[in-house]
T-cell receptor, first 107, second 111 residues
Framework: AQRVTQPEKLLSVFKGAPVELKCNYS??????LFWYVQYSRQRLQLLLR??SRESIKGFTADLNKGETSFHLKKPFAQEEDSAMYYC?????????FGKGTRLHILP | NAGVTQTPKFQVLKTGQSMTLQCAQD?????MSWYRQDPGMGLRLIHY???????DQGEVPNGYNVSRSTTEDFPLRLLSAAPSQTSVYFC??????????FGNGTRLTVT
């Protein structure tokens, strides 16, 4: 069963517009959630984790336990944000990823 | 520090052949894992290990074996390659509650 859901395969956003990448999870315990990013021809790297509550490259993500969501947001998209974004959940040492959303920033 | 090193970078196999994908990390991380990345499927966990001598199955373990005889190394063995195993394979490690550190990946084609 899918435990991390990223409903959008592709999201196209104009430069300067707000960005929201959706992530929903299913887990009955205390979740440990992450956002990873993969730029073209590079390895996956951590973007955010929910416990740090910090902003990286202008991105933020808030854990909403009631809605079981961990959506990734940025107020103003930049062209260098074009990449593949993965939401991930640590379920009892199994770190499970969603199917990913490709973010395409239009000029 | 080299971080997480995967070899080879590319490999072509014929159906039925076996091979081992190597993964080594020099960060003294206890946790290591293998994923496969396929278009439209994201990353799927194959096997993981929480320490030397301990391994466990992930989401898609069939057709793959792992062992963890040292903290540094976590090889992934394909017993009898099949075209369905054509994929990009990523090894990752972490210490405690730190984020996963990924290798550069191995692109495997099975014909």
């Amino acid at each position: 069963a899918q435990r991390v859901t990223q409903p959008e395969k592709l999201l196209s956003v104009f430069k300067g517009a707000p960005v929201e990448l959706k992530c929903n999870y299913s887990y009955s315990g205390s979740p440990e959630l992450f956002w990873y990013v993969q730029y073209s021809r590079q390895r996956l790297q951590l973007l955010l984790r929910h416990i740090s509550r910090e902003s990286i490259k202008g991105f933020t993500a808030d854990l909403n336990k009631g809605e079981t969501s961990f959506h990734l947001k940025k107020p103003f998209a930049q062209e260098e944000d074009s990449a593949m974004y993965y939401c991930a959940l640590n379920r009892d040492d199994k770190i499970i990823f969603g199917k990913g959303t490709r973010l395409h920033i239009l000029p | 520090n080299a971080g997480v090193t995967q070899t080879p970078k590319f490999q072509v196999l014929k159906t039925g052949q076996s091979m081992t994908l190597q993964c080594a990390q020099d960060m003294n991380h206890e946790y290591m894992s293998w994923y496969r990345q396929d278009p439209g499927m994201g990353l799927r966990l194959i096997h993981y290990s929480v320490g030397a001598g301990i391994t466990d199955q992930g989401e898609v373990p069939n057709g793959y074996n792992v062992s963890r005889s040292t903290t540094e190394d976590f090889p992934l063995r394909l017993l009898s390659a099949a075209p369905s195993q054509t994929s990009v394979y990523f090894c990752a490690s972490r210490a405690g509650y730190s984020p996963l550190h990924f290798g550069n990946g191995t692109r495997l084609t099975v014909t």
